[in-house]
DNA sequence: TACGTTAATGGGAACGTTCCCATTGTAACA
DNA sequence: TGTTACAATGGGAACGTTCCCATTAACGTA
């Protein structure tokens, strides 16, 4: 089969020039006669003419591509919030590359160089290592997936991980707990983990003291999860409920726990944080914190839309996703 | 901030032609003196130059860019496939484009569209409703994951769900259960679905006979599993053990025995297919046919790397990943 | 010494679009 | 009727790369 069709081979069967064919491909409100309009759009029809963005992107510097950098999309948070930014994109014609860093510095790097090769029109990003500095000097918008870590010169979009700890904490002294666990995921080299310090502020507040036994460090991780609660489980007094920084450390808690002999929440409540699909299919399914992973992504996309159609603005955004407390069977009064 | 450097700057810098330079960034065997080279590399350090990827595809039609069209990211199955695919591609310095069809055969067509207009170098697609002809015609390398389906002038990769079936079923048989019932998933208005077929062929062979009652088609989804084993509950002979046609519906399936007051697997077996994290987290932790997702993306990603290479073979490849059975607790002998 | 051969390099065209600027036609207005 | 204004269109340059072809230098060989 010949080459495909350019605006050329359109314009010549049109009978007008490029440009014209041109202006009606882009449509932006560039002044064509209707008729001649017409004209365009049959030998467009008739030739099959589809416009190679890449020779328009070479001149506007468009490309109407954005990436998504995230640590994995294995691990079960991110598709959902992945399906939010593409699905917000790809309605306003974006296409979305998604790249996973593993938490690599290097990868991370090398996928920055890729967007500025690519003249990538924006991207959104979890950073595992970069900073904000680093990310300004890529020179492209972007719109930052954390609230924990410092860049200020971005607009950055997270979940209310602090409100969400107070949610759970609420729940469970609610409940009639004051003996509280806490199995707080490790923050990558950042700041204090939101968190932690939630925990902190909070039992202050409601007049606990806080003992360091109960509070335990570790990486995210099914695994982890599972030692950390063997941990606290081997204390001469364990906690009666416990509340884990995200759902796959609940998970292994709650292995723990019942390899222990014990019962969820008959000896001791369990709350997660992220909702994703797997805690609500357990025995006993988890009360857990809900993030809007959906929402995130689609806010994010938002953000940075506007980032691309208007140039820098002069401030930027902090936004704060509010969490939802899902009450299910793995928390109640302590026995 | 200037303008980004480009190849003539380069060329200015070194006092080279931008040929030079062009033949010393693209790298591809061609002759350039040692010296020669080492002082366009220089220059490239000095400028901080970086190829314009756009003005390169658009002269070589060859964008480095492959996209990956699923039916849905937020959908458990797929994320480890697209791992697999990104880390086999990323590799090869490909980007990979993600979009999610959610089965809309128009979102499908204007992904392909999308694709050609973009000149991506290919694409690995699980196809909702594009035919093999459409694909031919959209004249862009691919691969297809799905064995069930017909696309003669492709690579084809996926799962041998048959095999798989086979497996879950001589496991339930070794068992001793004789009256084995099935939840079918609704094939996407393609063929037979294999584990149908699979389900029927074994029964035949073990001189089962096949009874119509205990064969349940649903679409995927852990609602639809539900009710299906409901109705496979309110038989007046229910099945002593049940394959469901993913996990997705095992965990649906195991929800209604759960209701029914029954237990797994004393009251009935359960075998589910896929190996999605959350059957490794249920109470019983559910048996199930492991598909080699991740290992289902790198084989795609192989098998159109070598087509963007080496253009068209005259014949076409079906590769079929065997699945692997998970011996957990939701099986056991019939009580 | 003349000549072919090869390695190393350079100049310009080409990829397909959009943008700048010029030109034409037509309507509005004094 | 002449002038201005604007709508509609076209021609060519530009975006940054790679490819084709030409040129030069160096070398071996008859």
């Known amino acids: 089969m010949g080459r495909r069709p350019t605006i050329i081979d359109v314009a010549r069967v049109a009978g007008v020039s490029k440009t014209t064919v041109s202006r009606v491909v882009s449509s932006n409100a560039a002044p064509v006669r209707a008729e001649t309009r017409q004209k365009v759009l049959q030998a467009i029809e008739q030739l099959g003419y589809e416009r190679n963005t890449l020779a328009g992107g070479l001149r506007t510097d468009r490309t109407y591509t954005v990436a998504l950098f995230i640590p994995d999309i294995a691990n079960p948070f991110w598709p959902e919030v992945a399906r939010g930014v593409q699905d917000a994109l790809e309605s306003e014609g974006y296409a979305v590359v998604l790249a996973n860093s593993d938490w690599d510095a290097d990868r991370e790097h090398e996928f920055l160089a890729m967007s500025r090769r690519n003249r990538f029109d924006g991207l959104i990003i979890n950073p595992a290592s970069v900073t904000n500095e680093e990310l300004v000097a890529n020179g492209i918008p972007a719109v930052v997936l954390s609230l924990d870590t410092d ?185």
């Open 151 to 335: 860049y200020p010169d971005f607009d950055v979009v997270g979940s209310d991980s602090y409100g969400g700890t107070t949610l759970a904490l609420e729940h469970l002294v609610g409940l009639g707990h004051q003996r509280l666990g806490l199995i707080s995921g490790l923050s990558r080299g950042f700041q204090q983990p939101s968190r932690l310090t939630s925990y902190v502020d909070f039992l202050h507040q409601h007049g606990i003291p806080v003992e360091d036994e109960l509070l335990v460090k570790c990486p995210y991780g099914q695994e982890y999860g599972r030692r950390s609660m063997e941990q606290l489980l081997s204390l001469s007094n364990p906690p009666t409920a416990l509340f884990a920084a995200n759902d796959i450390l609940a998970i292994g808690a709650l292995q723990a726990i019942r390899e222990a002999g014990l019962r969820v929440p008959q000896d001791i409540s369990l709350v997660g944080m992220d909702d994703i699909y797997a805690v609500s299919v357990t025995t006993p399914a988890l009360t857990t914190v809900a993030k809007q992973k959906y929402e995130l992504g689609c806010q994010a996309a938002t953000f940075l839309l506007e980032h691309i159609r208007d140039a820098a603005p002069e401030h930027f955004r902090r936004h704060a996703l509010p969490c939802r407390l899902i009450r299910r069977a793995s928390s109640a009064p302590p026995s």
